[in-house]
């Protein structure tokens, strides 16, 4: 393994290489979808199947980008969600998220039977565990509302953990599964009768009937923005969601000591823990931890010494061979957006704000958008209405959040040094002054400079240093490029400006 394998996720590490055609010229279809991640693939693949023609426009790799970062858990169970959803939301609207979630993981096992697809999908139990005493009223309370709701949930003190827990949540008949794998064999059953997947054909310019790339167009009748976040200033979504980051590993443990099902802490700092038999027949143990600010290299520090501590304390787990980050968005009310991107008019089919469980959230957004898409109306829709406003349940966390998107756009984070290109060791970044610019600057190890401007093409915050994946991260609303400026997430879709060297 080389060394910069190391920071890439296990999944896109092991997983297979897709190679779909980039966009070139004109395309009609019935629909386009920006974006080959949980929600484009499975939109694609419900719109195949009802008849319409698609085209799938993805920048990247299909299932390389939030999809194949994630700890990739096939649940239901979303820590404690459901007594919160039922005041929020009533009992209807959390019984509907209820059911949604768990229709997503039948939907999936039925997709990688029906195509065939290798993915390593497993059945699970899942947990929710809390380690102290202060948190089993919690648990046994959001136990009766999801029994309540018709979840398979029961309350147990014995999960199967290596150290003492106070009560956890067990709920039945889940399962967890490769998402490269799964994706790259879903997307692989779509082009064919009018559909397209197009993979390093990123969305430069957009219309609600219209999706142009630097090669081609793709004409449709109705356009799927499935990016994550809404490209740009679409919806206004990255107001409503906030970006939270996450340390990933991928450590090699004796199968002896591999716990049997899927694990999320209620304590912070909070740890998700899963294992994955490789081809190559080792254990692993997939851990990710408590979320850090983007850019910001002493909390990405910290929370992956955490992690590893964890892992290396109470499973034995080795030194990790796969180190990687991940990022999603909290929606302020505890629901994700998914559905028409403003009620004037029809505008883009959006799904966002998924709070680290669009597997199965992804999936409920492919049915409703795809549904949405072909003229129908779904019986889940109104719950996740990307229209709606609820702004009283997260409203701290946003004002928060708010106050410090001021302060990025201001000055952002600086490290203390180095000062200028000349400081700059091999493997070294910082932010630097450079007639008077701010500058994002890195070094590689065979002492290249990369020198790119430091301020986000999305709204002008200043982008932080990710030390473990080496890419420039914006902490506003979690845009993310390479060292040479090239974007990796969005909401931006311009590259940052590169800067002369010298
Ligand atoms: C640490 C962590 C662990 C997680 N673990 C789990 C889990 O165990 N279970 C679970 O349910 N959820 C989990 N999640 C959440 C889940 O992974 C995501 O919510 C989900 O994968 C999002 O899917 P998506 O299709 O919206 O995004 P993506 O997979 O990111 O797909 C969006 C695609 O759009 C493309 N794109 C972006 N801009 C453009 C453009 N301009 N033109 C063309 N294409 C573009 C991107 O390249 C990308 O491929 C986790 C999240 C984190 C952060
Ligand atoms: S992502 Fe919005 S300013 Fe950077």
Redesign the pocket.
């Known amino acids: 393994m080389s060394d910069r394998s190391r920071n890439l996720s296990y999944w896109i590490a092991s997983g297979p290489t897709t190679s779909f055609p980039q966009l070139a010229g004109e395309v009609d279809v019935d629909v386009a979808i920006?974006?080959?991640?949980?929600?484009?693939?499975t939109a694609a693949r419900l719109l195949k199947d009802a008849g319409l023609t698609v085209a799938v426009?993805?920048?990247?790799?299909?299932?390389?980008?939030?999809?194949?970062?994630?700890?990739?858990?096939?649940?239901s169970q979303?820590n404690l969600v459901y007594d919160k959803l039922s005041k929020t939301f009533g009992d209807e609207g959390a019984r509907t998220y209820a059911e949604a979630n768990e229709a997503a993981i039948r939907l999936m096992a039925d997709f990688a039977s029906r195509y065939g697809i290798d993915c390593d999908f497993e059945p699970k139990p899942a947990y929710t565990y809390a380690r102290s005493g202060e948190h089993v009223e919690a648990i046994e309370r959001e136990v009766e509302v999801a029994r309540g709701l018709g979840l398979p949930a029961s309350f147990t003190r014995e999960p199967g953990l290596p150290f003492p827990v106070a009560g956890a949540i067990r709920f039945d008949n889940q399962a967890?599964f490769h998402?490269c794998k799964y994706?790259a064999g879903l997307a692989a059953s779509i082009p064919g009768d009018g559909c397209h997947v197009f993979e390093q054909?990123?969305?430069?310019d957009w219309a609600p009937t219209r999706?142009v790339?630097s090669g081609g167009t793709v004409n449709a009748r109705r356009v799927i923005m499935?990016?994550?976040l809404p490209?740009g200033q679409v919806g206004l979504f990255y107001a409503e969601n906030y970006p939270?980051?996450?340390?990933?590993i991928a450590a090699r443990v004796d199968p002896a000591r591999a716990p049997d099902g899927?694990y999320i802490s209620v304590e912070t700092p909070r740890h998700?823990v899963?294992t994955h038999r490789a081809g190559t027949g080792d254990m692993y143990l997939i851990v990710?931890g408590p979320s850090f600010k983007h850019g910001h290299v002493d909390e990405e520090r910290q929370g992956f010494a955490e992690i590893e501590r964890f892992a290396a304390e109470h499973f034995g787990a080795q030194a990790p061979d796969y180190r990687w980050?991940?990022?999603?968005y909290a929606p302020m009310d505890g629901a994700p957006f998914i559905g028409w991107s403003s009620s004037f008019g029809e505008g883009y089919l959006v799904?966002?704000g998924?709070?680290?469980?669009?597997?199965?959230?992804?999936t409920v957004?492919g049915v409703i958008l795809a549904a949405l898409a072909a003229g129908r109306d779904h019986e889940w829709a109104s719950l996740f209405d990307a229209t709606r406003v609820k702004p009283i349940a997260g409203a701290k966390e946003f004002t928060t959040h708010n106050l410090e998107v001021a302060k990025e756009l201001v000055g952002g984070y600086v490290a203390a040094k180095p000062h200028s290109y000349e400081e700059l060791a091999p493997g070294e970044a910082a932010v630097l002054k450079v007639d008077g610019e701010n500058v994002a600057a890195f070094r590689d190890e065979q002492g290249q400079l990369h020198a790119v401007s430091a301020v986000c093409t999305h709204m002008g915050c200043i982008v932080g240093w990710n030390e473990n994946d080496r890419t420039w991260d914006c902490p506003c609303h979690g845009s993310r490029y390479e060292v040479t400026g090239e974007?990796?997430?969005?909401p931006t879709?311009k590259p940052l400006e590169k800067k002369a060297i010298g």
């Open positions: 920006i974006g080959g991640g949980m929600v484009g693939i426009i993805e920048a990247r790799k299909v299932g390389q980008e939030v999809t194949g970062k994630s700890t990739a858990k096939v649940t979303h967890q998402p994706l054909s990123r969305a430069i999706v790339t499935a990016t994550h490209l939270h980051m996450h340390p990933v899927m998700s899963r990710t980050t991940n990022e999603d799904a966002t998924f709070n680290a469980w669009g597997i199965t959230n992804g957004a974007v990796i997430h969005g879709y």
